[in-house]
């Protein structure tokens, strides 16, 4: 199983940016998924996620009202938009996936999943 995040880039303040993430191997369709990020001598935090259904969706405060998370189970991607971007979203942003029977569950805790991406930069400028 592999995912593979992309889209990331330097923005400025107020720009936006969509994130994709890419499954091989597995079928996005029996997972929940989320997306996270790591800034500079942070720890990695918790930005969205998405239930399987795609019908339960939870944000980061820190990002409500600006980014949306999305899944597209045909294309086997889920996508991350990235709205009024701000100096202090700049982190490497991960993608993740665990399957779950239940196609209501979704997770905001890294320790949760068992799939992840290698991670895509993004970089704000003020």
């Known amino acids: 199983v592999q995912l593979q995040a992309f889209g990331g880039g330097l923005a400025q303040t107020g720009d936006s940016l969509r994130l994709s993430c890419a499954a091989s191997?597995?079928?996005?369709?029996?997972?929940?998924a989320g997306w996270f990020r790591q800034a500079p001598g942070k720890e990695r935090e918790f930005v969205a996620a998405?239930?399987?259904?795609?019908?339960?969706?939870s944000y980061a405060n820190s990002v409500k009202g600006r980014f949306t998370i999305s899944r597209d189970d045909a294309k086997n991607m889920v996508f991350l938009q990235m709205n009024g971007l701000k100096p202090e979203d700049t982190a490497v942003y991960y993608c993740?996936?665990?399957?779950?029977?239940?196609?209501?569950?979704?997770?905001?805790?890294?320790?949760?999943?068992?799939?992840w991406g290698q991670g895509t930069l993004v970089t704000v400028s003020s």
């Open positions: 191997g597995t079928t996005l369709s029996a997972a929940a």
């Open positions: 998405i239930s399987r259904n795609g019908g339960i969706i």
């Open positions: 993740a996936a665990r399957g779950t029977s239940n196609k209501s569950s979704y997770y905001t805790m890294a320790a949760d999943y068992n799939y």
